[in-house]
């Protein structure tokens, strides 16, 4: 037996034995929560109502398995590519949920290996691996958001600290998070991209205050972030003073894919002909019995077998050591439009059903459709508009002029 | 499983361009239509295909050809898309020669397959009937079993480049209603028999096709091709190949047309400006490339899920012929419009794309159709 093969049948043991009940995903298509119900998101504000959840955490992080390809002095596994894909697909084959997830690992523990100082990795990466530290972003301002270089939270060196006074917003989840990776002004004098730094800060330095707010959906994931006079000592800039937009683009990328992977390989089963079924039924040909929804769904389906084809050449393509094709640039924009018309299109199959908020009369998955249609709405918005996505593609990609 | 080309795929592609480059500009195509040509393409040029092995290249080895995929296939069919080339590698190899490997006896396929390969034989595939919109296995033509072979009576009509074949493949029924898939016959057909007529017809991508009548033709009974009865399935796996090696030449199609399209955006000048500047017309650009890739990948898929031999190919052929009907269609539609009124113009090569791009929309069933399809595969 190879070393991998070896790997992967102790891999699948291991998983097998030790892998809590509740956090294996259900088998019976439709009933799982929605994919943030039931993960770790960590921090020190965690509160953990099933125990399962930590347990599994703190198990897997012992073994670097949150984040399997960092280093192991960073708190990772220090698998190789080929280690971690057989890992992922144990998981995978095994129903097992990850362990932790969260902007750590997606955003700034990859931000931080490739641009971090080595006390900053060694810092940051470990509690991000064992989730100690949950970290929220601090981009967008009140006037900055598609032009986010024209972003006016300023920051000023006072010895050895810079002291940071603005305004940040869309903030997500900045009531549940510990730390904040931030841009900031810190040259006004120059042209906007060249005078922004990158900085990292804990949520309870003096001065940082966090008002939640309501979305249209009745959550509230996303806050107002308030800066007075906040004190963040200078080793806790990355990158380097005035090379914050590198740092912003470079993250930039890691959002981009990590958007358009949530959308990637969720459903197992057709769950909008699973609703169907449900509410509307067959012909007596077996056919779903309202032909122009039968031909939405079909049409839905099929374009997310074209996203996923176009994702998985992707895919091989870089397993062939080519650089990314140009068919990357579309995934931001294609999947998040494409989850957008999907959970548009499940109201039009609940029907009437679909027009519950709260109360009496509606199940669960019937109320969770209806938020889930107006929380898809903020998919095209968040991490660079769809309109944004179509002017990049169009400069870098088609080389039309400006 | 692989949607991205390996070396020699890639080597082959290229070779595949530059010959396209340089031996069929888009001028070529005008030529033949302004000359009234008959054919509508050259046997001098198919002749050279031969030579680099295009209609070898799904013919097995032991049939003279070269037993590659259609993976390979699609490499030559979307370099011959981007410049539109009219020779007849669909109605010949992908309905022809693809209705004797998959239909016909030992003897036939050693008899025609070879030939096929060479470069010596055309063929064409009569099986489309007035009226049968998308269904291949719709035939009201009859097949009378007599004596010594069969007498066949009927009409078919859009025989794409039935008069230049060297032979014809005929459908016919010869039990069954109307639409039944089974009671359908292949039959081999010599163009000079007694009792046919074939007359031209022109479609609008100024390519050939052909009616052919056939009043009480006498085929001997060594004609029939396969089994008795059982052409229907024959012909349903047929289609589905010829729409796979259709949709690659989609996909080619739409980048010659892009490529003009983007081109005139990053030229034209209006308002002191490139057109290519309003952003009305490039978010409409990026739109166009972006269903671009998409069908890239969808037919990748598909000429893959052939190679592989895969349960899901029937679904991925209908995935693929969607999007590049849709994507096709749109190019063609924006290509128009984005060039103003040089686009609507016969001089401009535009126009020929949009024509090309609807007559392939038509052919072997459009998106709506194949969403049905898709939709019934997958047991909604
Ligand atoms: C759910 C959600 C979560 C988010 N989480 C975070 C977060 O954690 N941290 C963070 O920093 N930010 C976050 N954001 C903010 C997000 O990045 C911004 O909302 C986004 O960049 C758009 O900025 P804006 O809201 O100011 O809209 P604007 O930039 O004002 O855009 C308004 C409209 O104008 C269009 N537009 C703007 N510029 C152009 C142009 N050049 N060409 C064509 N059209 C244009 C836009 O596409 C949009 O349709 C989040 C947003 C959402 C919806």
Redesign the interface.
């Known amino acids: 037996m190879g070393e991998l093969e070896e790997f992967r049948k102790e891999t699948e043991a291991w998983l097998d034995a030790n892998c809590p009940p509740s956090m294996r995903w259900s088998e019976t298509p439709g009933t799982n929560p929605a994919l943030n119900d039931d993960l770790a998101w960590g921090g020190r504000k965690a509160t953990y109502p099933n125990p399962e959840v930590k347990q599994w955490l703190d198990l897997m992080a012992e073994k670097g398995w949150t984040a399997p390809t960092w280093p192991q002095a960073y708190g990772g596994g220090g698998l190789s590519k080929a280690e971690a894909k057989i890992l992922s697909e144990e998981m995978r084959r095994l129903r097992i949920k990850p362990p932790l997830v969260g902007f750590g690992l997606t955003m700034i523990g990859p931000l931080l290996l490739e641009y971090g100082s080595e006390e900053q990795k060694l810092r940051f990466l470990n509690e991000v691996c064992r989730g100690e530290i949950r970290w929220c972003q601090g981009y967008s301002e009140p006037d900055a958001g598609s032009d986010l270089a024209s972003l006016r939270t300023r920051a000023i060196l006072d010895g050895d600290e810079w002291v940071v006074n603005g305004q940040k917003v869309w903030t997500s989840y900045a009531d549940l998070s510990d730390w904040m990776f931030c841009l900031v002004r810190t040259d006004p004098d120059v042209r906007k991209q060249e005078g922004i730094t990158f900085l990292l800060f804990d949520m309870e330095s003096p001065g940082v205050s966090v008002k939640p707010i309501e979305l249209i959906s009745g959550y509230s994931p996303f806050c107002e972030t308030f800066l007075e006079d906040v004190r963040v000592p200078k080793d806790q800039v990355v990158g380097g003073v005035n090379n914050g937009w590198t740092m912003a683009k470079a993250l930039l990328g890691h959002e981009r894919s990590m958007i358009s992977e949530a959308f990637h390989e969720r459903e197992e089963s057709?769950q909008l002909?699973d609703l169907?079924?449900k509410y509307i039924g067959r012909d007596v040909h077996?056919?779903?019995a309202d032909a122009t929804i039968?031909?939405r769904?079909?049409?839905l389906?099929?374009?997310k077998?074209?996203?996923d084809?176009?994702l998985?050449?992707s895919k091989?393509?870089a397993k062939?050591g080519?650089q990314p094709g140009?068919?990357s640039s579309?995934f931001k924009?294609?999947a998040t439009e494409l989850n957008k018309d999907r959970t548009a299109l499940a109201l039009n199959v609940l029907g009437p059903q679909a027009l519950g908020w709260e109360g009496d009369g509606f199940d669960a998955a019937e109320l969770q459709a209806t938020r889930s249609w107006l929380r898809a709405r903020g998919n095209s918005i968040e991490g660079g508009t769809s309109?944004v996505q179509?002017?990049i593609?169009?400069k870098r990609?088609?080389?039309?002029?400006? | 499983m692989a949607l991205v080309l390996n070396e020699d795929q890639q080597l082959f592609k290229n070779t595949a361009a530059d010959f396209v480059k340089r031996e069929s500009p888009v001028s070529r195509l005008r030529r033949l239509r302004d000359s009234g040509d008959q054919d509508g393409f050259s046997r001098e040029l198919w002749g050279r295909m031969a030579e680099l092995g295009w209609q070898s290249i799904i013919i097995p080895e032991a049939y003279g050809g070269l037993g590659m995929g259609y993976l390979d296939l699609a490499c030559v069919l979307e370099e011959c898309g981007r410049n539109l080339v009219p020779e007849p590698l669909i109605s010949t190899l992908l309905l022809g020669a693809n209705a004797v490997l998959l239909g016909g006896s030992e003897e036939q396929k050693s008899e025609i397959l070879p030939r096929v390969a060479e470069g010596s034989m055309l063929l064409a595939l009569a099986y489309h009937e007035r009226g049968a919109r998308y269904d291949c296995c719709r035939c009201e033509t009859r097949a009378e079993r007599g004596e010594n072979g069969y007498t066949l009576q009927g009409e078919k009509v859009l025989v794409f480049d039935g008069m230049a074949a060297d032979k014809l493949l005929v459908s016919a029924r010869e039990s069954g209603a109307a639409n039944d898939r089974n009671g359908i016959s292949l039959f081999l057909l010599d163009p000079n028999a007694a009792g046919v007529e074939l007359s031209a017809q022109s479609t609008v991508d100024t390519r050939k096709a052909a009616v052919l009548r056939l009043s009480g033709v006498e085929v001997p009974a060594a004609a029939l091709l396969g089994s008795s009865g059982e052409a229907g399935t024959v012909l349903s796996e047929v289609i589905d190949r010829a729409t796979a090696g259709l949709c690659a030449e989609m996909l080619g199609s739409m980048q010659g047309a892009s490529a003009m399209t983007l081109d005139y955006l990053k030229t034209r000048e209006q308002f002191g400006v490139k057109i290519g500047s309003f952003q009305a017309l490039k978010h409409r650009a990026v739109q166009m490339f972006v269903e671009l890739e998409l069908s890239r990948s969808a037919v990748l898929g598909a000429c893959d899920a052939i190679d592989q031999g895969s349960e899901k190919t029937a679904e991925l052929i209908s995935v693929a012929k969607a999007r590049c009907s849709d994507a096709a269609v749109l190019i063609a539609h924006e290509g128009i419009q984005m060039h103003g009124g040089i686009g609507m113009t016969d001089e401009h090569d535009i126009g020929f794309y949009a024509k090309r791009a609807r007559a392939c929309e038509l052919t072997f069933g459009d998106a709506a159709y194949h969403r049905d399809r898709y939709a019934r595969l997958q047991g909604f």
């Open positions: 057709n002909v169907a079924d077996g056919r779903l039968r031909d769904i079909a049409q389906t099929m374009n077998a074209c996203l084809l176009t998985r050449r091989e393509a062939q080519q140009p068919e579309i924009y294609y309109e179509l002017n593609i169009a990609v088609l080389g039309l002029p400006d």
